[in-house]
């Protein structure tokens, strides 16, 4: 028997149990839904058309930046421009778009990692958010390549390394679940630790001892070709069998996928 509930979306909350990455679908005063038992089953989301700010929680006809409505979009320290500029975060003065906020979340422990997803790349995190920032990103195998006191320090590492290695995830090329075998995370990690320390001999005290190469599976398989992506806002309906998730997305039918995350504050209606 199927049901259908509405509510606005979020990002997929996840974990990882035994290398195995759990989803769940969050749902307003709700229990969430078990995502990885409906893969191989019917799914159908549809938008409604309604929109609400993912910070104050009012409805808007709008969004002026992802989720938020124009007040928040200047006042939010969700819309910060460190959180995708890390380098430029103040965290550490004391300082920030809402100070307080920066404090709990940016004056703490930072990483800087390399990642298998859809090919080798860095990036920057908060020590708190391992896994799960990995598992945002679809990321096959992680490692951790220096460790930091705080956000700025991670993000200037980021930007030395950016001269030699992209920060964005190829999502297609993540999404089509092959994993890159000719990548090696420890090699890498030794390889790019020492081309750091010659940029500049501070960061070797930074760089971790810790080599461990996370391992991360996803319950999906590999994709036909070609990938369609839907935006709610052109294609408000969409259903078929739910045959897998990767990253922040849901895989419908093989080749269609929706990146929930980009759609957070958008309400829909799910039948199960």
């Excluded at 606005?8 to 990882?16: E, Q, V």
């Excluded at 908060?126 to 679809?138: C, F, L, N, Y």
């Excluded at 390549?145 to 705080?150: G, N, Q, R, V």
């Excluded at 940029?199 to 080599?211: K, L, R």
Aim: aromatic share 8%; hydrophobic share 40%; proline share 4%.
């Amino acid at each position: 028997m199927s049901t259908s509930t509405s509510f606005f979306l979020d990002k997929l909350p996840a974990r990882l149990e035994h290398d195995a990455v759990q989803y769940n679908l969050s749902l307003a005063q709700r229990e969430p839904i078990a995502l990885n038992e409906l893969v191989g089953k019917e799914f159908k989301l549809e938008y409604t058309g309604r929109l609400q700010c993912i910070d104050c929680k009012k409805n808007v006809k709008k969004f002026y930046a992802p989720g938020l409505c124009y007040v928040c979009m200047m006042s939010s320290a969700l819309n910060s421009e460190c959180i995708i500029n890390p380098e430029l975060c103040e965290a550490h003065l004391g300082k920030g778009r809402v100070p307080e906020w920066e404090e709990k979340y940016h004056n703490q422990p930072h990483i800087v990692y390399l990642a298998n997803s859809g090919g080798l790349k860095v990036g920057v995190t908060r020590v708190d958010q391992i896994p799960t920032r990995w598992i945002d990103q679809g990321a096959d195998e992680a490692i951790i390549l220096a460790l930091t006191p705080y956000r700025q320090l991670a993000g200037q590492i980021e930007v030395v390394l950016k001269n030699q290695l992209s920060d964005k995830t190829n999502w297609r090329a993540m999404l089509k679940n092959v994993k890159d075998l000719s990548i090696d995370l420890k090699a890498e990690k030794n390889h790019y630790a020492s081309w750091l320390v010659d940029q500049d001999q501070e960061f070797e005290h930074y760089i971790a001892e810790d080599d461990t190469v996370h391992v991360l599976s996803y319950p999906t398989t590999i994709l036909s070709q070609p990938i369609q992506s839907v935006k709610l806002e052109k294609q408000a309906k969409l259903e078929g069998i739910l045959t897998g998730i990767k990253g922040q997305y849901l895989i419908i039918n093989e080749n269609t996928v929706i990146n929930i995350r980009s759609h957070a504050g958008y309400e829909v209606v799910v039948n199960l």
